[in-house]
């Protein structure tokens, strides 16, 4: 019997929608999926899809493994956590040297990094692959982002990059991440830039409707015509179907759907692992809460009663405020890129990771949920400084920021002024306003450390890495210096 090329556990929508992806580049697909109590799945996918292409469908996992050609390659589309492992140790006795698993959920990149230590440690390899697209884009192209065993590389990088979408310029959204947990990194990172993206979108959103009086079909053209310009995106081109989409009573969808934003983790995870590098993450961290915040429905309804305040009046020029919308959310997303990426080079450096910005951009122009116009200077400018730490010393980028800078401001000044809150342009612009200030209060922060903790200090007329502890209150303890860490 013909073995096939490529094994695929878990049929949920992204395993299904992957095999059948496979399946249409070529591949010869064995598909397993744990019993279930309710539904027999692997047979209902062989009902539904095998004659779609060359499919083999397991009940049993020895069988299953079987069937794969050598060096076998199994994809494993399963719940991020212990169902990970635990498909782990269920395969590891059927393997051979050589063999190839790939993790292809939301998986934490630290789970990914003992994963592949510990898979290796076994003779076998470990890759695991952030996919971003969803649905369609497990079935018809996604951005895919693989890290692991740099030996099983050359293995599956013509399968993955098959399957992978393509940017415009006909590149294959799957490039090398690097080792051990890089691929997942990189995931969770683009996940946090999506979390930003989305809630200064809904910011501009909230703007137009609560402050300009605009209706749903006003808000969707602008939406559309922001589509054909700088903030050309996939998110920006879903907001304008959403804002369209009613229902069959013809009222619009979107004023039914209840304020309470939901989240799987990743975006956390990304402010988690920003503080534990040292760096700062305020807008995504801002985007995170703002879905926390959002979740407290009860105690905003009680509190938005206690404190009663003016429903906006719109007084202001419309053409002039929608100028300013666009290019603070410009703006702001510009922010939110330079602090995705300042993590991922911090991340880098700290891990060893080798990581290619310019890749990482490129590989993001298609398929995934944050594909983006702006991601094309952003590669560019990577590919001039590889080792750049922040966008923002960019020449490119400093021009953009200078010429909406302006507008930027007068909309937040607008919105103060009308009691609205718009927290993510807010964070981004006191992110570039800290950002961009040679001199900051923390002197005084570090002085009060010193004084109730005798934290240290270093100071302005020393060498960077002395130290200093001064006798604030005159009861002893002179000033002294030290070489240590504070």
């Not at 947990?181 to 993206?197: L, P, Q, S």
């Not at 004084?451 to 270093?458: N, R, V």
């Amino acid at each position: 019997m013909e073995k096939s090329d490529i094994g695929v556990i878990g049929l949920a929508v992204m395993g299904e929608g992957l095999a059948l992806n496979l399946a249409g580049k070529g591949y010869r697909v064995s598909v397993y999926n744990r019993p279930h109590r309710e539904k027999d799945v692997v047979k209902h996918f062989m009902q539904v899809h095998g004659e779609e292409g060359r499919f083999k469908g397991f009940d049993h996992l020895a069988a299953f493994v079987q069937s794969l050609t050598s060096p076998r390659k199994i994809l494993m589309m399963v719940k991020a956590g212990s169902p990970v492992d635990e498909v782990i140790e269920q395969l590891l006795p059927l393997l051979q040297p050589g063999d190839i698993l790939m993790d292809g959920g939301n998986s934490n990149f630290e789970d990914t990094e003992r994963r592949v230590n510990y898979v290796e440690s076994q003779g076998f390899y470990f890759i695991g692959a952030g996919i971003s697209g969803g649905q369609e884009g497990a079935l018809h192209g996604a951005s895919i982002m693989p890290g692991g065993s740099e030996k099983a590389w050359p293995e599956v990088k013509e399968i993955l990059q098959s399957i992978a979408a393509k940017a415009e310029d006909g590149s294959p959204c799957c490039e090398w991440m690097g080792k051990g947990g890089a691929g997942h990194f990189v995931k969770m990172v683009h996940n946090g830039i999506e979390y930003a993206d989305m809630q200064l979108i809904s910011e501009a959103y909230f703007v137009m409707k609560h402050m300009m009086g605009t209706g749903n079909a006003g808000i969707a053209s602008w939406f559309e015509t922001w589509n054909t310009g700088k903030l050309k995106s996939y998110l920006i081109e879903i907001t304008a179907d959403i804002l369209r989409h009613k229902e069959k009573d013809g009222h619009f969808l979107l004023d039914r759907i209840l304020d309470v934003a939901g989240q799987k983790g990743t975006g956390r995870w990304s402010v988690i692992n920003a503080m534990e590098l040292g760096v700062p993450l305020n807008l995504i961290a801002t985007a995170v809460f703002q879905r926390d915040l959002s979740a407290e429905k009860e105690l905003r309804m009680r509190t938005a009663a206690k404190y009663e305040r003016d429903t906006p009046v719109f007084t202001h020029k419309p053409g002039v405020m929608i100028q300013e919308i666009h290019d603070a959310l410009y703006a702001s997303k510009i922010i939110s890129y330079a602090q995705g990426f300042a993590l991922m080079q911090q991340a880098s450096l700290y891990f060893n990771w080798q990581l290619n910005q310019a890749a990482i951009a490129r590989i993001w122009r298609a398929g995934c949920i944050i594909r983006a116009a702006l991601l094309n200077p952003i590669a560019e400018t990577f590919d001039h400084t590889p080792l750049l730490p922040n966008l923002l010393l960019a020449s490119w980028f400093k021009a953009q920021i200078i010429e909406t800078l302006p507008t930027w401001k007068s909309l937040l000044i607008k919105t103060t002024r009308e009691n609205t809150a718009v927290p993510a342009f807010s964070a981004a612009l006191n992110y570039f306003y800290s950002l961009t200030t040679a001199y900051l209060p923390a002197n005084l922060i570090q002085a009060q450390r010193d004084y109730f903790g005798a934290h240290t200090f270093e100071r302005t007329d020393a060498p960077r890495g002395e130290f200093f502890h001064e006798d604030w209150t005159g009861e002893g303890n002179d000033t002294h210096a030290g070489i240590y860490n504070a």
